[in-house]
């Protein structure tokens, strides 16, 4: 009896279930789909309330541009006066700019006797130079300088000259360097190169 007992006590406190049990893969599926949705609809108010203050920051800060400043001329020079020699001051005004022009003429092909040394090598100064030059030869391979000019002044040629050194009959590869003077002072101005080609025959 006592066995009686204790099972109907334990029979009363054991509640009773119906339906079906929430293990289900039913009800597991609503869950999930219950969590996504919570998930997107919290993603959703996360970016709406990043958008708003990334709108507020961007639209709140916005200042209206200072106008452009606007370029005025200046009132008149009072040391301008009216040009009364024009020629005059066109043709002092070319003097200056031919006084810092150069030009130079050089054949880039020289020939020379290999008995002699004599040939032809071309170089002109332009009359409209103002500025005499010395030049030498120099061979390109060697570095050994086969000619040394004098001064060569504005308006004159070389059309042949005697190499001070000959090299061996062949073709050589060459530099003419130029030196310009000052026709005043005789001092060196500045220099030049021009790219040649020796023949020795």
Same mark, same amino acid.
């Given at each position: 009896m006592l066995d009686n007992e204790t099972n109907n006590r334990d029979a009363k406190q054991a509640p009773i279930q119906t339906g079906t049990p929430d293990t289900s893969e039913g009800a597991q599926e609503k869950r999930r789909k219950r969590k996504k949705i919570l998930l997107v609809l919290l993603l959703l108010l996360?970016?709406?309330?990043?958008? %708003?203050c990334t709108a507020v920051n961007l639209l709140g800060d916005k200042q209206e541009d200072a106008p452009a400043a606007v370029a005025v001329m200046p009132g008149l020079d009072a040391n301008a006066e009216d040009i009364s020699d024009r020629e005059g001051m066109e043709s002092a005004m070319q003097s200056a700019a031919d006084a810092n022009y150069f030009t130079l003429q050089v054949n880039p092909d020289a020939s020379f006797s290999s008995q002699t040394g004599e040939g032809r090598f071309e170089l002109v100064n332009p009359l409209d130079n103002v500025f005499p030059i010395s030049f030498d030869i120099t061979l390109d391979e060697s570095g050994? *300088?086969?000619?040394q000019s004098g001064a060569v002044m504005p308006g004159k040629q070389i059309r042949g000259i005697a190499l001070d050194s000959t090299p061996d009959p062949g073709s050589y590869r060459a530099t003419v360097n130029v030196s310009i003077y000052d026709r005043e002072t005789q001092e060196k101005?500045?220099? %030049? *190169?021009?790219?040649?080609t020796l023949h020795v025959e």
């Open positions: 996360l970016l709406l309330a990043l958008g %708003t050994q *300088k086969v000619y101005e500045g220099e %030049t *190169k021009v790219k040649i």
